[in-house]
């Protein structure tokens, strides 16, 4: 397996989590078959690019296969796993980044999506570049770290372009909806309101207020609504214990998520699976 990687190291991660956008890392890397890399939860965004072959993506509960002239996006804090083919591995580069206004940006391609990890691009082999000029670069100068973010910039820039990005004019609904992104993509945490607004860049009083304004829900409820129903899905859908859903739904431990949702539906979770499997039965029975 060849690979070729530059990672900044003349930053630490708090100063560049704390930066408004900052460049970590980026690598090309041709996988042998059947090379797979996690399931991982990186504290930075990553993107690859993918200038040939296959492979497939897991996240959460769905699986992508994906081929040369497909990117594939992995924010901050995503469980992912992925995998190259077994008789035609992919070859591709990647770029890692974070900072508040990282979230922002990521927040706002992978909502112009279709898919909303995946992007089609006629243009990967731009992208190839721009990661093989920061391959060039020496390591650990200030010089190339601004290389870096500039050449990061410009990589950002041309995904703006790729998706055909719509600016939005009403800023306070771009906004209320990057919040609302933000807790689609982030219920699985244990979350504190705070800390999303500081992620955003938000004071917490004001971010309350927007998001009721524009969902007329607050934002904790809408995120104890989603658990919710994840919740509803998991113990439906599968025999996981108690215990494995409280933490995949950012609980503290399994007590905390059966309060949570007995308050919420008037029953247990255990009880709430055991008539959804007689039921089930029962439905069975009659066909």
């Known amino acids: 397996m060849n690979e070729l990687e530059y990672k900044e190291t003349r930053y630490s991660i708090n100063f560049m989590k704390n930066s408004d956008l900052a460049f970590y890392g980026a690598g090309r890397q041709q996988c042998s078959p059947d090379y797979a890399y ?4 990186r504290p930075y965004n990553v993107i690859h ?8 993506l897991y996240i959460g509960n769905e699986e992508y296969s994906l081929h040369a002239g497909e990117c594939f996006i992995i924010p901050t804090g995503t469980v992912a796993y992925y995998q190259a083919d077994h008789k035609n591995p992919w070859k ?45 670069l020496p390591h650990n100068t200030i010089s190339s770290y ?18 055909d990005y719509k600016e939005v ?26 800390e999303v607004a500081h992620t955003l860049g938000l004071h917490p009083n004001y971010m309350t207020r927007l998001f009721h304004e524009h969902f007329h829900i607050s934002p904790k409820q809408y995120l104890m ?12 859908d599968t025999m996981l214990p108690i215990q494995t859903i409280a933490n995949s739904l950012g609980f503290e431990d399994a007590l905390a998520f059966s309060k949570s949702f007995k ?8 009880l709430y699976r055991n008539e959804k499997m007689l039921n089930n039965t029962d439905e069975k029975k009659t066909l």
């Open 225 to 236: 609504n989603l658990k919710m129903q994840k919740a509803q899905n998991l113990l439906e």
């Open 169 to 194: 004019t009403d800023k306070k609904q771009t906004t209320a909806n990057n919040i609302r992104f933000y807790l689609d993509m982030n219920y699985s945490k244990p979350l504190r309101l705070n």
């Open 38 to 41: 996690g399931p991982r939860v």
């Open 263 to 270: 308050g919420k539906y008037g029953i247990s979770p255990s």
């Open 92 to 136: 591709y580069a990647w770029i890692c980044f974070l900072g508040l206004k990282s979230q922002t940006y990521i927040n706002e391609i992978m909502s112009s999506l279709t898919n909303q990890y995946i992007l089609n691009s006629s243009q990967i082999d731009l992208y190839w570049e721009d990661i093989g000029s920061i391959l060039t």
């Open 146 to 163: 601004l290389h870096a973010n500039g050449i990061l910039l410009k990589l950002l820039a041309r995904m703006f372009e790729d998706i």
């Open 49 to 56: 690019f993918i200038k040939s072959g296959c492979g497939s």
